[in-house]
């Protein structure tokens, strides 16, 4: 029994030694509510397609961690973790789906390898963790002379492997591409084959060999890339963007306009921004030279976190930009229902948060800010919930109901779900006469119904066929009326209490 062992000081006696390292677990985060977009960027996985994900261990499955090392964090693996956990605090999460959207410019190339001039294996992503895609050559056990096995490994773990005849390449690049005579299922996850000359075998190589060239194509993204993305989304419901760790201040103002375009034609989100490490006060609300504030948004469907930076257990020092994506999955575990107010951020920490007299200060100029209190799992929350519109003049707008997150999700989602069932339902398939005025009426108030039953609106409101102009059988349209109010979510709990 000879037990426990250390490399540095190994022990006199002889016999077998083990040390048991635990891996801590991949989360999968798994929850039911409200969808993410979110543009990042990565080291493997498919680039500039949206890619739907269910939780977390789906983006490990389709992009992987990104590094071999497990101290080292993407910031596609940041962005799409935080927005699944969300609070990740007493029963309370994060988004129900995220449509994960890798960004790679130009420069973003696989890592591959000629092999002996007769074959060139290729990673099937670009990016640097292709790097850790490795080779070997060795002869078949069961044939020695007249097969080779082409053995693939991963992180110096094998993963793949592919018996051919020694001097048929060509059939070897069958197999690895999945192409006749074989099934598309038996193709490499990991590589591709081309460039190949057969006839002639691969000189054996028992050592593993590296693909080499990887790029991730992140340090270059430009205004092209992102105009990609934002057309990529066209055919895409979402009701939250959250880019990962953007502080450009030209790509936030084009990506801002083209925000508030689609939402002016229907397709409504909020979208979610902040800023970066250490920002203070002045730059997270009046901005510079290269930080877009708060105040040239104006935009009641941006949210922006500012001020300070941050420390999560699990990777390090953050700045409020890597924050977004969290803030806009509790955005999405929240709904309609509950505000911002308190939501908490489990794993947390600040290292460098608001000044005192920034948090009124804050609210006041669109600003959401991080705070710390005595909760004992979970000391840092956010403070209050606003958006950055600003304006205080625009009795149509008025300020109290545009500068909350809460009634903004809630005025979405009444639309949304309305406008899909006219669409789905009614439009095209109907006449219009007295029976349909009555039947989306009455499928109108049925669903406002379920939002009051919800605490979403106050009871009370109204639904009525509008008769300005008066409903005529001669018309193509159908006009209705609301009048709804929206719930309040608690902020503050007075007491007085009388003493003797």
Request: charged share 15%; net charge negative.
């Amino acid at each position: 029994m000879a037990g426990t062992f250390s490399k540095n000081a190994r022990p006199k006696r002889p016999g077998a030694y083990f040390n048991f390292v635990v891996r801590e677990p991949e989360p999968t985060l798994v929850n039911s509510l409200g969808t993410v977009v979110i543009p990042f960027t990565h080291s493997w996985g498919p680039t500039e397609v949206v890619t739907p994900l269910a939780n977390f261990g789906e983006f490990l499955s389709i992009f992987g961690r990104g590094a071999a090392d497990l101290s080292t964090f993407t910031e596609g693996y940041k962005a799409v973790l935080d927005a699944f956990r969300g609070e990740d605090v007493d029963g309370r999460g994060g988004a129900g789906q995220v449509l994960a959207y890798r960004m790679a410019a130009s420069s973003a190339a696989a890592a591959s390898k000629v092999v002996d001039s007769k074959i060139t294996l290729t990673a099937v992503w670009p990016g640097t963790y292709g790097q850790q895609i490795t080779y070997t050559i060795t002869p078949d056990a069961t044939d020695t002379s007249t097969h080779d096995n082409l053995t693939i490994y991963v992180e110096g773990i094998e993963a793949e492997r592919f018996k051919y005849a020694k001097t048929n390449i060509t059939d070897l690049a069958a197999q690895i591409n999945g192409t006749s005579p074989y099934s598309d299922l038996t193709a490499s996850d990991w590589v591709r084959g081309s460039s190949v000359t057969s006839g002639a075998a691969i000189a054996a190589q028992a050592t593993q060999s590296a693909l080499t060239g990887g790029d991730d194509g992140s340090s270059n993204v430009l205004a092209s890339d992102w105009t990609a993305f934002m057309d990529a989304l066209a055919p895409h419901r979402f009701t939250l963007l959250a880019p990962a760790n953007l502080t450009d201040k030209t790509i936030l103002t084009s990506l801002v306009a083209w925000s508030a375009n689609a939402n002016a034609k229907g397709k409504r989100h909020m979208l979610v921004i902040g800023g970066a490490a250490g920002e203070s006060f002045s730059d997270a609300v009046t901005g510079s030279a290269s930080v877009l504030g708060s105040q040239a948004i104006n935009n009641p469907n941006v949210v922006r976190l500012g001020i300070g930076t941050y420390v999560d257990e699990r990777y390090g020092q953050v700045s409020t930009a890597q924050l977004a994506p969290r803030l806009a999955g509790i955005l999405a575990w929240r709904g309609e229902a509950l505000p911002l107010t308190f939501a908490r951020l489990n794993g947390l920490s600040i290292y460098s948060g608001p000044l005192a007299n920034d948090y009124e200060r804050a609210m006041d100029n669109g600003i959401v800010v991080i705070a710390r209190d005595s909760h004992p799992t979970a000391p840092v929350r956010l403070e209050e919930g606003v958006t950055t519109y600003l304006t205080t003049t625009n009795p149509g707008q008025p300020k109290n109901i545009f500068g909350n997150p809460k009634f903004m999700r809630s005025m979405h989602g009444i639309e949304m779900e309305l406008t899909e069932f006219a669409e789905m339902e009614v439009i095209g398939l109907l006449p219009v006469n007295a029976g349909t005025r009555d039947h989306v009426r009455g499928q109108m108030m049925a669903r406002l119904q379920r939002r009051e039953d919800a605490g979403i609106i106050l009871s009370g409101w109204t639904v009525n066929i509008s008769s300005d102009p008066p409903p005529s059988d001669l018309d193509s349209f159908i006009s209705l009326d609301y009048e709804v109010q929206f719930g309040r979510g608690l902020s503050q709990i007075l007491n007085n209490v009388t003493v003797g």
